[in-house]
């Protein structure tokens, strides 16, 4: 850290417009003439719509490859100077740093169908990194659930009060059950701000798949304190324990690439950075205040509830008068990723709309120009995919109509004359500059690794170093084309007003996808990639040379998501140390009681696999200590339950003891369980009536419950 304390507060504007249009100046520098030099091109065989259609897109779409050039070349250089003065963390003074932490402070995890043994296992890792260093008594932990599986809810009430137990940290970690979800995260996050979020002067979001050091959360409050004006501030997760190759692709890129494009946004953002909605700190009072989202003009897909918060948060906070900053340089803040390709698209199609729904709000009045910005690159950023291939789709029609018609270049006036390159040339020239800005920000990082005396070897040495470079650049050319399809088409369905279901993501390598999955999935994309590949072929090979890495990731699309998506096959790589990133060959102590634990929890299994699926609700059935658990978290109805309850309940309850769990729909499971009086109904007829009047299912269970101790839902480790 510079020995130079810097405050934000006395921040200069003037300073910040000059970033600002410094970044701005360099993109269109860079724009410029390879927009001339297409528009060149066009004007030596004609200009018609098609060549004007085709110059507009490239011209946006090469104006953000050169925005994501220019900005990791800021950052790059940034970091050769040893970071950038205006650095939220450079604030903090060596007393800072040295007083403890008074501020009452929630750490809250919003959850939804999420693997419990993770998310119990998160937090208890957490807890103790935070008791270690001495100022645990500050924080609270809420445990924020909307989950509508009725297994993992009783799992959840299960693992939460048996970490209680063994943190010895009862009155500090609760949980909460929504029974409506209204609103999805957003709408949980408000809940608590509403019911408990006055006793807290901040909040530290984490989602449930995030660790943060203790370290690494009490620097966050004591950078809050220190800068009474900012309202967030947002860490730089790094991914972790990616296990498939996809999964390792995406950390090894983040890890390598990410330090010098972060450095940049924070060069030109400043005190108006983005909050991502998770592994960042929230000033309370002010998000209570200011940070409410509006519904939305009109139904879903575009209107109704706003489905990509997190900008809008920001925003909001920033119009309010206080600041947003980007921890750019903070350690010890982690997150993990999907574990393929198709639930990496399964999770791009939820934010895609909610991105989308920010075009409404642009424009909205009193926000600051920079996160008009911010929601415009969302937009823009799933936006990109139509424009790419509405490009590619426009070049081959403009490749078809040129060799159908035989033309050569016009003997006209244009910049051919003052260069010495021929069409041919040119047009290579124009590639090999698009192609250039593409791999510069690698070449940048990789750059700064090496100015970096050690860091090479964190990632296993140089040869595994570059040989992953290669690799991730080579496979993501591969997946980049799908994604742009997939991209497409999840546009066209908003368009057309199909809107998402929110489901649980699965993370890391929850499990392999399947093959008729993928077959589903990817078929389009193959016949796309080769039907288009054969066209390319009869318009002119070297047209088909040019489109070939694209139509090959199309035509390979099955395949490629299916072996980067797989458990054993991200193994074998591992085992060659390619793809390896620090925290995996020198894992954080955090990480690495993380994954003690979580083995341990892959040992407890339900005694019966039979019992498997419905393992959550026998429990709560069953096991007399798990159904006042379960009673004792429901709320207490305001009078008794009348005639018409009775009447829809009673069968449900009838038919579950009889038939079994099989026999009811999700959705009656969950109206039973949340119904206090039916779940002491039902745990009395268990263990009261005749064997001969309950379901095989429930004698099994009962069997296997009176042999067996019932499976510890954490594990046992400190």
């Not at 019911?195 to 449930?208: E, H, I, N, Q």
């Amino acid at each position: 850290m510079s020995d130079v304390r810097f405050d934000p507060a006395r921040l200069d504007g003037t300073r910040i417009t000059q970033r600002r249009l410094l970044v701005a100046t360099l993109t269109l520098l860079l724009t410029g003439p390879a927009v001339a030099l297409m528009a060149d091109l066009h004007w030596r065989v004609g200009m018609d719509n098609w060549k004007l259609l085709h110059l507009v897109l490239f011209a946006v779409l090469f104006s953000l490859v050169a925005f994501g050039a220019v900005q990791a070349a800021v950052g790059f250089y940034c970091r050769l100077r040893g970071g950038d003065a205006n650095r939220i963390l450079n604030s903090l003074a060596p007393e800072d740093e040295a007083r403890p932490v008074t501020a009452p402070t929630a750490i809250v995890m919003p959850v939804f169908n999420e693997d419990t043994s993770r998310i119990m296992e998160g937090l208890r890792v957490i807890y103790r990194s935070l008791e270690a260093t001495g100022q645990l008594e500050a924080f609270d932990f809420f445990i924020l659930s909307d989950t509508t599986n009725p297994n993992r809810w009783i799992e959840e009430e299960s693992a939460w009060v048996a970490l209680t137990r063994q943190l010895d940290a009862r009155g500090r970690i609760f949980y909460r059950k929504r029974r409506v979800n209204l609103n999805k995260k957003a709408g949980n996050l408000a809940d608590f701000c509403r019911r408990w979020g006055k006793r807290y002067r901040y909040m530290v979001v984490l989602d449930a798949d995030s660790i943060m050091t203790g370290e690494a959360i009490t620097k966050l409050v004591r950078l809050m304190e220190k800068n009474t004006g900012a309202g967030i501030i947002q860490t730089v997760p790094r991914l972790v324990n990616g296990e498939t190759i996809f999964a390792r692709l995406q950390q090894f890129a983040s890890r390598l690439y990410g330090p010098v494009f972060a450095s940049g946004l924070n060069f030109w953002q400043q005190g108006e950075a983005n909050y991502w909605g998770h592994n960042a700190i929230i000033r309370v009072a002010p998000f209570i205040e200011h940070c409410s989202l509006p519904d939305l003009p009109g139904a879903e897909p575009f209107g109704g509830r706003i489905l990509s918060h997190d900008y809008v948060e920001a925003a909001l906070m920033r119009r309010a008068g206080w600041s947003v900053w980007l921890a750019v340089d903070l350690e010890g803040s982690y997150e993990e990723c999907p574990g393929n390709l198709i639930d990496f698209a399964k999770r791009d199609r939820r934010w895609l709309q909610g991105n989308l729904q920010h075009a409404w709000l642009v424009t909205a009045r009193g926000l600051h120009m920079a996160n008009r910005l911010h929601l415009a690159l969302g937009i823009l950023a799933y936006l990109a995919s139509p424009l790419w291939l509405a490009f590619l789709v426009v070049s081959s029609v403009i490749a078809w109509r040129y060799a159908a018609t035989g033309l050569t270049p016009l003997p006209v006036d244009s910049f051919a004359r003052y260069l010495p390159l021929d069409f041919n040339a040119q047009a290579l020239l124009l590639f090999a500059a698009t192609m250039g800005l593409l791999f510069f920000p690698k070449v940048l990082a990789v750059i700064d690794l090496r100015n970096r005396p050690g860091e090479a070897a964190r990632f296993g040495g140089w040869l595994r170093l570059v040989g992953g470079v290669v690799g991730e650049t080579a496979i993501f050319t591969l997946i980049a084309p799908v994604l742009m399809l997939l991209h497409s088409k999840f546009i066209a369905l908003t368009l057309m007003g199909k809107g998402v279901a929110w489901v649980a993501q699965r993370r890391g390598a929850d499990g392999d996808p399947e093959w008729r999955e993928a077959i589903l999935t990817h078929a389009g994309h193959t016949a796309v990639g080769l039907g288009w590949g054969g066209l390319a072929l009869v318009i002119n090979p070297f047209f088909a040379a040019w489109m070939s890495p694209i139509l090959l990731g199309m035509s390979l699309s099955i395949p490629v998501s299916l072996v980067t998506g797989q458990l054993v096959p991200g193994q074998f790589v591992r085992r060659l140390g390619l793809l390896g990133v620090p925290e995996e060959i020198d894992p954080p102590a955090e990480l690495a009681r993380l994954a003690r634990n979580l083995e341990a929890c892959r040992r407890h299994t339900p005694p019966l696999p039979e019992l498997a699926p419905e393992y959550g609700l026998m429990q709560a059935v069953l096991d007399p200590y798990v159904n006042a658990v379960h009673l004792a978290l429901l709320r207490e109805r305001d009078q008794a339950p009348g005639v018409a309850a009775e009447v829809r309940f009673a069968p449900l309850r009838e038919r579950l003891l009889r038939e079994g769990p099989s026999a009811l729909a999700a959705r009656d499971k969950l109206a039973l369980m949340l119904d206090a009086e039916s779940m002491a109904i039902l745990h009395r007829d268990l263990w009261s009536l005749p064997s001969e009047r309950l379901a095989a299912w429930w004698r099994t269970a009962i069997r296997a419950y009176n042999v067996l101790a019932p499976a510890p839902q954490t594990a046992l480790y400190r």
